[in-house]
């Protein structure tokens, strides 16, 4: 068990609906980063936060969004939902960002399909 | 931006030893994690590589070049277990670090 918790584990909706996925760090740790998985596909980095603010913007879609909260949970929220958004999606937590040594911390992701 | 090559699948047999090779490009390297990660499951840190030379962790080490630009995941010993993807991910300075495409390994009796 790593300490990052997400809920919920599964998610089925339809085309053109939106969701919201909820990710609570580890204990102390500042950074939240959010990652989509597609079958059989690479780990693909969407966005950081640290501390409440946006740090980095990866391949994120337009219709995808994200914020961090002051207590440090973070949600993502995808909207206008289609079959290929269905995918893994994994939030990681670390206590820093930057050039520290920084391990990040996977939660056991949300399984999303879109019908 | 980063380019990072890994095998795509490799097999190997329960007992063997198996070497899992890593290349990348950055413009200012600044480490590289190793993860493994089963079907389904969240990735899991392995090892992680600074500075040059081979680090161990009893079963699995990891080893680094960086004027090459190359890094190697080492299993011994394999168990049936140990069948996974195997993600390197280097990382620039300023930079988060970025996951390879992986290496999915299979274990065979």
């Known amino acids: 068990d790593s300490g990052v918790t997400q809920t919920p584990k599964h998610l089925i909706t339809a085309t053109g609906q939106r969701v919201t996925l909820r990710c609570s760090p580890r204990?102390?740790?500042?950074?939240v980063y959010w990652y989509q998985q597609s079958l059989d596909q690479g780990l693909q980095f969407l966005i950081h936060?640290?501390?409440?603010?946006?740090?980095a913007k990866g391949n994120i879609l337009e219709r995808f969004s994200a914020q961090q909260f002051p207590d440090l949970h973070s949600e993502l929220n995808l909207s206008s939902l289609e079959l290929g958004d269905s995918a893994l999606y994994f939030c990681?937590?670390?206590?820093?960002?930057?050039?520290?040594?920084?391990?990040?911390?996977f939660g056991p992701g949300t399984r999303l399909t879109v019908l | 931006g980063q380019n990072i090559d890994q095998p795509t699948e490799m097999t190997a047999t329960e007992g063997a030893i198996v070497q899992i090779n890593c290349t990348y490009q950055?413009?200012?390297?600044?480490?590289l994690f190793w993860y493994q990660q089963h079907a389904g499951e969240a990735p899991t840190f392995l090892s992680y590589?600074?500075?040059?030379g081979l680090e161990e962790k009893g079963r699995f080490s990891s080893f680094l070049s960086r004027s090459k630009g190359y890094s190697y995941l080492l299993l011994k010993e394999l168990q049936m277990k140990d069948s996974a993807s195997y993600l390197c991910?280097?990382?620039?300075?300023?930079?988060?670090?970025?996951f390879g495409p992986g290496t999915r390994l299979s274990v065979l009796p």
């Open positions: 990681a937590s670390s206590v820093d960002w930057g050039d520290s040594y920084n391990e990040q911390f």
């Open positions: 204990s102390g740790d500042l950074s």
């Open positions: 936060y640290y501390n409440g603010e946006e740090r």
């Open positions: 950055t413009s200012g390297f600044n480490g």
């Open positions: 590589n600074v500075l040059d």
């Open positions: 991910a280097p990382r620039e300075y300023g930079q988060n670090f970025v």
